[in-house]
């Protein structure tokens, strides 16, 4: 009798065991069941790191052929109130494309420090509710740099240049990786302010792509 006994607790016991498991299997499996939060246009708000290439568009022959920086430059950004904000927008490129020489590029860049520029968009969220698509709406870059003497005697110059760009198509935030694409031109560069504005001879136009993560190193 005693045997018989120990034998329904054993049973009992495992039974209990058993129902223990399959309630805790159903559930880790409803948590990995569990559809990931639909992006909406605030999903793209927040802090990006990542890194921006650049591509200079020759126009000398019928090929279009583009030359730039491949690697990268790191670059960091903050993405909020549909507005996307650099604190330290690179600008060696358009520089070099000014001065035409690397060396004086270098001295001005760091003589100008940080340069602030922010750029615009209208958010779209896809119909798959995954991703959000970005209509750019880029300003014009405005700098103010100092061009160093030549030679000895001669003064440095202040020069005003405004960078006319536009927008490339296919910006957007996929909300799985909080990945960050998108990609503006640098179309014209003008010299000078008011009246005296000329346009720069025979500037190329520049690419400027940028891929980044949200929170990313």
């Known amino acids: 009798m005693e045997k018989q006994f120990k034998a329904k607790m054993l049973f009992a016991s495992l039974f209990m065991l058993g129902c223990t498991m ?46 730039g920086d491949q690697t990268g430059t790191a670059v960091s950004a903050k993405v909020e109130g549909d507005t996307i904000y650099f604190d330290n927008f ?6 070099m494309s ?34 959000v698509m970005l209509a750019l709406d880029p300003k014009p870059l405005q700098l103010s740099i100092e061009i160093p003497a030549s030679s000895e005697g001669e003064e440095a110059q202040t020069l005003d240049i405004e960078v006319k760009v536009s927008p490339a198509e296919g910006a957007n935030y996929e909300g799985k990786s909080t990945n960050l694409k998108f ?13 005296a504005q000329i346009s720069l001879p025979n500037f190329n136009q520049t690419t400027f792509d940028f891929n980044m993560k949200k929170g990313g190193k």
């Open 183 to 195: 990609m503006f031109s640098a179309d014209e560069v003008l010299l000078g302010a008011g009246d």
């Open 90 to 95: 690179p600008i060696k490129d358009i520089v």
């Open 22 to 67: 399959t309630f805790v299997s159903c559930s880790d499996d409803d948590d990995n069941n569990t559809p990931p939060t639909d992006v909406t246009a605030a999903s793209v708000y927040g802090d990006y790191t990542g890194t921006m290439t650049t591509a200079t568009i020759s126009t000398t022959d019928d090929s279009g052929t583009e030359e």
């Open 98 to 131: 000014v001065v035409g020489d690397e060396t004086t590029a270098d001295q001005i860049v760091e003589a100008v420090g940080n340069v602030s520029y922010k750029i615009g968009y209208t958010p779209t969220v896809n119909e798959a509710k995954d991703s």
